[in-house]
């Protein structure tokens, strides 16, 4: 049983920055594709970015390229999503998720997060002047 905790969400001013850690425990950490997802208030969890079990792989959603970037350390059991440039609009409850299989962005941008076997309870990013 893998479970997820989230940290490092918070205020933060329109162009500011964060970085986002979901730490994993019990379970080897390193089978798994970890994917964060942002539920805005009333709306359902959109996927934000992915990373494939190894790292090699990754995926983003349009809004976000080129301002995030996902990451993972296995050796910690750790998976970060630096956040840049943030936007209102970025705003939500973001919550990582991690499911086995293979990693083929096609697929992991149309899952939602009932496909996946675990995710945490999720940490609030308020982008706001």
């Known amino acids: 049983q893998l479970q997820l905790v989230e940290s490092g969400g918070g205020l933060v001013q329109p162009e500011g920055s964060l970085r986002l850690s979901c730490a994993g425990s019990?379970?080897?950490?390193?089978?798994?594709?970890v994917t964060w997802f942002r539920q805005a208030s009333g709306k359902e969890g959109e996927v934000v970015s992915s990373?494939?079990?190894?790292?090699?792989?990754?995926y983003y959603e349009d809004s976000v390229k080129g301002r995030f970037t996902i990451s993972r350390d296995n050796t910690k059991n750790t998976v970060y999503l630096h956040m840049n440039s943030l936007k209102a609009e970025d705003t939500g409850v973001y919550y990582c998720?991690?499911?086995?299989?293979?990693?083929?962005?096609?697929?992991?941008?149309?899952?939602?997060?009932?496909?996946?076997?675990?995710r945490g309870q999720g940490t609030q990013v308020t982008v706001s002047s």
């Open positions: 990373i494939s079990p190894t790292g090699e792989q990754t």
């Open positions: 019990g379970s080897i950490f390193g089978f798994y594709i």
């Open positions: 998720a991690a499911v086995s299989g293979d990693f083929t962005p096609r697929i992991i941008s149309r899952l939602s997060p009932l496909d996946y076997n675990y």
